[in-house]
T-cell receptor, first 116, second 115 residues
Framework: AQKITQTQPGMFVQEKEAVTLDCTYDTSDQSYGLFWYKQPSSGEMIFLIYQGSYDEQNATEGRYSLNFQKARKSANLVISASQLGDSAMYFCAMREGCNYGQNFVFGPGTRLSVLP | DTGVSQDPRHKITKRGQNVTFRCDPISEHNRLYWYRQTLGQGPEFLTYFQNEAQLEKSRLLSDRFSAERPKGSFSTLEIQRTEQGDSAMYLC?????????????FGPGTRLLVL
């Protein structure tokens, strides 16, 4: 079974608009962490935002916020005021427990295209 | 630049040749990871080190693959007798273990093409 599901292979958004990228996860652990990374065409994975399973408040980092709904096991990324430079692949990832390795998995990604 | 660096950025080789990639992590990070990413997929875990010790290897890592981190700083990933199926992006990441959220920071990757 897929641990991370990203149901939107591709998304389009108009510049300056907000966009939500979906992520659902599957775990039976009580302690886990959720991450979003951005991968431009250059290939480097850029860390955007983190949400711990025990964090009561949704994480925010500048124009990025994470809509964390624990009961639904969803961790959607919201990008406000989209910019052309936001065009990239976006990956949701989960670390189960406190160790990486096999316990850290990425979803298949969503390609975001920002239109001028 | 104090981020993760990888060398080379691109490598083209013929099937059957050996290749070696290098990764230099963020200097204070004690954990280092290798991932493989094929087109249209998310990265897949290969192996990771804490200091010099290789703590975990993926079932994906065949015996043609070997990784080292001899002094707990940079790491090398070697692929022997390359096959066309090895063509992929090889990503390295590092983290500081015991940091509360322990975020992995990635390098730019090495794109391997096996002809």
């Amino acid at each position: 079974a897929q641990k991370i599901t990203q149901t939107q292979p591709g998304m389009f958004v108009q510049e300056k608009e907000a966009v939500t990228l979906d992520c659902t996860y599957d775990t039976s652990d009580q302690s886990y962490g959720l991450f979003w990374y951005k991968q431009p065409s250059s290939g480097e994975m850029i860390f955007l935002i983190y949400q711990g399973s025990y964090d009561e408040q949704n994480a925010t980092e500048g124009r990025y916020s994470l809509n964390f709904q624990k009961a639904r096991k969803s961790a959607n990324l919201v990008i406000s005021a989209s910019q052309l430079g936001d065009s990239a692949m976006y990956f949701c990832a989960m670390r189960e427990g406190c160790n990486y390795g096999q316990n850290f998995v990425f979803g298949p990604g969503t390609r975001l295209s920002v239109l001028p | 630049d104090t981020g993760v660096s990888q060398d080379p950025r691109h490598k083209i080789t013929k099937r059957g040749q050996n290749v070696t990639f290098r990764c230099d992590p963020i200097s204070e990070h004690n954990r280092l990871y290798w991932y493989r990413q094929t087109l249209g997929q998310g990265p897949e875990f290969l192996t990771y080190f804490q200091n010099e010790a290789q703590l975990e290897k993926s079932r994906l890592l065949s015996d043609r693959f070997s990784a080292e981190r001899p002094k707990g700083s940079f790491s090398t990933l070697e692929i022997q007798r390359t096959e066309q199926g090895d063509s992929a992006m090889y990503l390295c990441a590092s983290s500081l273990h015991l940091e509360p959220q322990e975020t992995q920071y990635f390098g730019p990757g090495t794109r391997l093409l096996v002809l």
